[in-house]
């Protein structure tokens, strides 16, 4: 079946841009769903009120609703505007963006650097703050609902591939460079950085937190799966399965699943508890042997996400296409056409995903299925226990290979 188209968002063209390319290697939503984020190529990166963008969508169809956007959404007053309103911004970053990341804050969870008594920023909970990683290694922090820039964070020596911020509200950033290293930030203990992440023979591409922020995932220019431990910054376990690098990871929901993309064509789905493939998702058949895998440059896949269902993953290859899963499916359930596709990530809600190429967006419909009320109480489950204390539950050995997602 093929996607339904829901919209595109268009990034203005000049003159220069033919000469230089205009890659979007990044696409965020912030974690409410107020706002969209996307880098238009070069060092511009355009946020827009996600709910009046997606509501423009519905009453001008998916080609009209493009044009329109730019021209109904509010622009943020120099006096500044209402928190409570989002508002449309453009930023100038100063360099090429190569990624970004929305983080907001919980109060009441606290700085991990104790010795600090005074900080420049008292983030609230209201605070909603996107981090861009730019080319010359630089991370730059700003305030979504102003558009200001609040911190500056310099240490990688090279292009910054990655960022995710930690999904506990504690405003723990982990960004991923071409410099070999993983480091972590405490943005609030205004934005000091804590450790560096050592392990990676080459450049990382990707970084990914597990939905508890125990664990850290990294990916890059190795067939190697890095999983860390967040409590001790110690790596856990190196999963090997790849025949070609490795470019973009993304745990499921419940922290139970995490999905791999690689150039060798293929997504692996992995039990990252336990180290074992329990799916694979091939974008080339019959698929390359090991020793062909890094010359299927037409098929090489770009990015993976998965969806808030927990029953879906959506994948971007060389081929022109966007496809998505079912995870329990050998084969896509539906499929659509993306020429230069680059990174794709979910809606918040899970309704629709969005999909990066050459400094635009475009939007598609997810498949809709109600989950059952067994994948419901599995979810629910996994959420809190690791494979080790599920297969140790006093419970039928089918129950437990369904928890597992094992059948």
């Known amino acids: 079946a093929r996607s339904r188209s829901v919209g595109e968002l268009l990034a203005p063209t000049s003159p220069f841009d033919k000469k230089c390319g205009r890659e ?18 070069h060092r511009i990166v355009k946020l827009v009120p996600w709910a009046q963008c997606f509501s423009n969508f519905l009453l001008h169809g998916a080609q009209n609703g493009a044009n329109a956007v730019g021209a109904r959404l509010p622009r943020q007053s120099s006096e500044g505007g209402q928190k409570n309103k989002p508002c449309e911004h453009v930023i100038d970053c100063g360099d090429i963006v190569w990624s970004l990341a929305f983080g907001s804050s919980v109060p009441e969870k606290q700085s991990r650097c104790v010795n600090i008594e005074w900080h420049r920023f008292k983030f609230g909970q209201d605070q909603l703050l996107l981090a861009t990683g730019l080319n010359n290694g630089r991370i730059k922090i700003w305030d979504v609902y102003t558009g200001k820039l609040l911190l500056n964070l310099m240490d990688h020596t090279k292009v ?7 999904p506990d509200g504690s405003l723990i950033l982990v960004s991923a460079s071409r410099d070999k290293t993983l480091r972590v930030w405490d943005l609030k203990d205004d934005g000091n950085m804590m450790k560096v992440l050592r392990g990676h023979p ?206």
């Open 24 to 41: 979007n290697w990044t696409v965020a939503f912030a974690p409410d769903g107020s706002y969209l984020a996307w880098s238009q190529g």
């Open 160 to 166: 910054v591939r990655d960022l995710t911020f930690a």
């Open 202 to 407: 080459n450049w990382v591409y990707g970084c990914a937190f597990s939905p508890d922020s125990s664990i850290l995932c990294s990916v890059g220019a190795s067939k190697a799966v890095f999983l860390w431990d967040m409590d001790k910054y110690s790596m856990l376990r190196k999963l090997e399965g790849h025949h070609n690098d490795v470019v973009a990871c993304e745990f499921s929901p419940d922290g139970a699943l995490l999905a791999t993309a690689s150039y060798d064509t293929r997504v692996y789905v992995w039990d990252p508890h336990i180290g074992v493939i329990l799916r694979e998702f091939g974008h080339l058949f019959p698929p390359p042997t090991p020793i062909f895998a890094g010359g299927a440059n037409d098929r090489w896949v770009r990015s993976v996400c998965f969806s808030h269902d927990g029953l879906h993953v959506a994948s971007l290859a060389d081929d022109k296409m966007v496809r998505f899963w079912r995870i329990d499916e050998e084969y896509p359930v539906q499929v659509a056409p993306l020429n230069n596709g680059l990174c794709c990530t979910f809606s918040t809600d899970g309704s629709v995903l969005a999909a990066g190429q050459d400094g635009s967006v475009y939007f598609w419909a997810t498949p809709r299925q109600v989950p059952s009320l067994q994948h419901l109480c599995r979810m629910a489950i996994r959420r809190v226990m690791p494979t080790s204390q599920v297969n140790n539950l006093p419970i039928p050995g089918k129950v437990v290979e369904f928890l597992c997602y094992q059948i």
